[in-house]
């Protein structure tokens, strides 16, 4: 197998997919980029392994949430987000469409890294509990516990008036 044919295919094929994981996590498209290109970077030198896998979207996937919660706890992190006049661009994802991204970015700020973590995997993403459990680094009940309680937060923050999520997603309940 040619590694790095395989490599520049994969990144043509998934780099939307997570990249809004990636923006969805960060709440921010600068750190999102930055996120991925730092996830891929790190996996590139070991491809062979990562295409080995029965699936590399998965693998590349729990990397990244690995990567952003790691990265939640960094001091240089913090120090960026209080810098002023930091407005980047808002992703022009169909999922901009769906709600205002300042909304989103507010309901989900309040959030572990793990609870938004697994809302992203689970909402934007669709993906079951097991897989999310696989990436995240639990259990499938704990995923559920995750979502649960992040989405009881979230519901606390929602103006009774404010969100109208499209008919038949998994997010329109509740």
Same mark, same amino acid.
């Given at each position: 197998?040619?590694?790095?044919?395989?490599?520049?295919?994969?990144?043509?094929? &998934?780099?939307?997919?997570?990249?809004?994981?990636? $923006?969805?996590?960060? @709440?921010?498209?600068?750190? @999102?980029? +930055?996120?991925?290109?730092?996830?891929?970077?790190?996996?590139?030198?070991?491809?062979?392994? $990562?295409?080995?896998?029965? &699936?590399?979207?998965?693998?590349?996937?729990?990397?990244?949430?690995?990567?952003?919660? &790691?990265?939640?706890?960094?001091?240089? *992190?913090?120090?960026?987000?209080?810098?002023?006049?930091?407005?980047?661009?808002?992703?022009?994802?169909?999922?901009?469409?769906?709600?205002?991204?300042?909304?989103?970015?507010?309901?989900?700020?309040?959030?572990?890294?793990?609870?938004?973590? @697994?809302? $992203?995997?689970?909402?934007? +993403?669709?993906?079951?509990?097991? +897989?999310?459990?696989?990436?995240?680094?639990?259990?499938? @009940?704990?995923?559920?516990?995750?979502?649960?309680?992040?989405?009881?937060?979230?519901?606390?923050? $929602?103006?009774?008036?404010?969100?109208?999520?499209?008919?038949?997603? *998994?997010?329109?309940?509740?």
């Amino acid at each position: 197998m040619d590694v790095e044919a395989h490599f520049e295919r994969f990144v043509r094929g &998934s780099t939307d997919s997570l990249f809004r994981t990636a $923006v969805l996590l960060t @709440a921010d498209v600068g750190d @999102a980029q +930055e996120l991925l290109q730092d996830v891929l970077v790190r996996l590139y030198p070991k491809w062979a392994k $990562v295409a080995a896998t029965r &699936s590399p979207l998965a693998y590349v996937r729990r990397s990244l949430v690995n990567r952003y919660v &790691s990265g939640r706890r960094s001091p240089a *992190r913090l120090v960026r987000h209080l810098r002023e006049g930091d407005d980047r661009g808002a992703p022009s994802d169909d999922f901009t469409q769906l709600i205002d991204r300042a909304q989103l970015t507010d309901l989900l700020a309040p959030l572990s890294p793990k609870q938004r973590a @697994a809302i $992203v995997l689970r909402y934007f +993403e669709d993906l079951p509990d097991d +897989e999310i459990a696989s990436i995240v680094g639990c259990k499938p @009940a704990t995923v559920r516990s995750l979502v649960s309680r992040g989405l009881l937060v979230m519901r606390g923050r $929602v103006p009774t008036n404010a969100i109208a999520p499209p008919g038949g997603s *998994r997010g329109s309940r509740g």
